[in-house]
């Protein structure tokens, strides 16, 4: 069955893709099969006997539970199940030949044989003890996860550091860290196996007991509304389903996004500068508005123009995000100089908390403090002529495989996004008007 492959994974596979990384030599033999049509041709592309090849390729079948080809005089022809791993299968080795080919450019050789030859070579426990360096710091701390000695993590990263033809670590007092090259291959390898989680998902279909997982980077914005009511509705529909959502800066989740330790992130996308290797999906255009707490003079008098604020105490947006931009576009578009910035905010939940404490002004979304607009403890002050506006959308991995879970969350994202836009619409029409 299909779960017996996941109870094969040693302790440091489980946030990447269940048993996959000791089936290698198995998923090798059924790309080279696939590839050749026949175990003859196969064992010779692979350098190895036909024995070896065939144990490797029943293996691989028989933690599954079921079939990967079938057998007939004129060759072998890979099944359903069989076309789907052999594909995922292919792109995961692509990914490790394109990052050890990276690496060999950073070393200053840029030969892509030399992707290929680690590709074809890497053993699973060289790998097994790249990515549990990477997570623990050290090799003490790799070794205790992997159940090895810390003499055989080192060899493991010598040899690993040997057949990438590249220095991968360098040891300081704070314990052993990657270098470029090393962080360059931990991305290509955490690629390679979240190609074989989706194909995981992927074959339950095939037997054994359905899993999915779904691992979201959540920016300020989607936490409040958009994320929560998506995946409650995702869940309803996937019994089966494990979601996991990861706050954080979004320089941080894109390197989330980029080692395969997150599938996408929701939030205000970049309009400006955004990374070439993410590919961003627009969801709806957040409206900002002018808010404070139930009770301040703003309410009494509501100012006539953006240039009665400019002296006034704002709670202002981080540099370089969306909602910074639009806040500075704002007062820049109207010829007025910025506020000065005494208080850098990121946190949704602490703005909240200045504005209900203070007499400060802040920029927000209505979705973001849903909660106290219906209370009535913060209100949106009237400003004639405000627009602004950002998109709220989310970014997945260029050339990424997108697995059926998350396929599946991107649809309820829109669905929960078009709901949203009426809410916006009715607070730009009528700002006393709570949510």
């Known amino acids: ?21 000791p089936q290698f030599r198995g998923l090798r033999a059924m790309v080279a099969v696939a590839d050749q049509g026949t175990v003859v041709r196969a064992a010779e592309v692979l350098h190895l006997s036909q024995p070896a090849v065939t144990r490797a390729l029943r293996g691989l079948e028989d933690g599954l539970g079921f079939a990967l080809f079938e057998r007939g005089a004129r060759g072998m022809l890979p099944t359903p199940a069989g076309r789907i791993l052999t594909d995922r299968a292919r792109r995961a080795f692509s990914e490790l030949e394109q990052a050890s080919a990276e690496v060999t450019v950073l070393a200053g050789a840029g030969r892509k044989a030399q992707g290929q030859r680690f590709a074809a070579m890497v053993a699973p426990h060289l790998l097994s003890s790249l990515v549990a360096v990477a997570e623990r710091g050290s090799a003490p701390q790799a070794g205790h996860q992997l159940g090895r000695t810390q003499p055989t993590v080192h060899r493991n990263l010598a040899e690993l550091e040997h057949l990438a033809g590249a220095v991968l670590f360098k040891r300081t007092a704070f314990g052993t860290r990657l270098t470029e090259s090393g962080e360059t291959l931990l991305c290509g390898v955490k690629r390679a196996l979240a190609y074989l989680a989706v194909a995981h998902e992927e074959l339950s279909a095939f037997g054994g007991r359905p899993t999915a997982q779904v691992r979201i980077g959540a920016l300020p914005l989607s936490i409040g509304v958009l994320v929560p009511q998506a995946v409650d ?99 820049q578009s109207a010829d007025l100089p910025l506020p000065t910035a005494r208080l850098q905010v990121n946190s949704p939940a602490l703005v909240r908390t200045l504005l209900l404490g203070s007499d400060r002004l802040a920029l927000l979304s209505p979705l973001q403090i849903e909660a106290e607009l219906r209370s009535g403890q913060l209100a949106v002050v009237p400003l004639p002529g405000l627009h602004a506006s950002r998109t709220i959308g989310a970014s997945t991995r260029l050339g990424g495989c997108l697995s059926p879970a998350v396929l599946a969350l991107l649809d309820e994202l829109r669905t929960v996004a078009g709901q949203l836009v009426p809410t916006l619409h009715r607070c730009a029409a009528d700002p006393v008007l709570q949510v």
Do not use: K, N
Request: hydrophobic share 45%; glycine share 4%; proline share 10%.
């Open 233 to 331: 509705r995702l869940l309803c529909t996937h019994p089966h389903l494990q979601v996991t959502i990861v706050d954080g800066t979004y320089d941080a989740l894109v390197q989330q996004l980029r080692r395969a330790e997150i599938d996408l992130i929701v939030g205000a996308l970049r309009p400006l500068g955004a990374p070439h290797d993410l590919v961003q999906e627009p969801l709806f255009q957040d409206r900002l508005m002018l808010v404070a707490r139930a009770g301040h003079p703003c309410l009494a008098q509501p100012p006539r123009c953006l240039a009665e604020l400019v002296d006034h105490a704002w709670i202002v947006p981080l540099p370089q995000t969306p909602a910074r931009l639009v806040f500075d576009r704002l007062f």
């Open 1 to 21: 069955m299909l779960a017996s492959v996941t109870s094969s994974l040693p302790a440091d596979g489980a946030d990447c893709a269940p048993g996959w990384l």
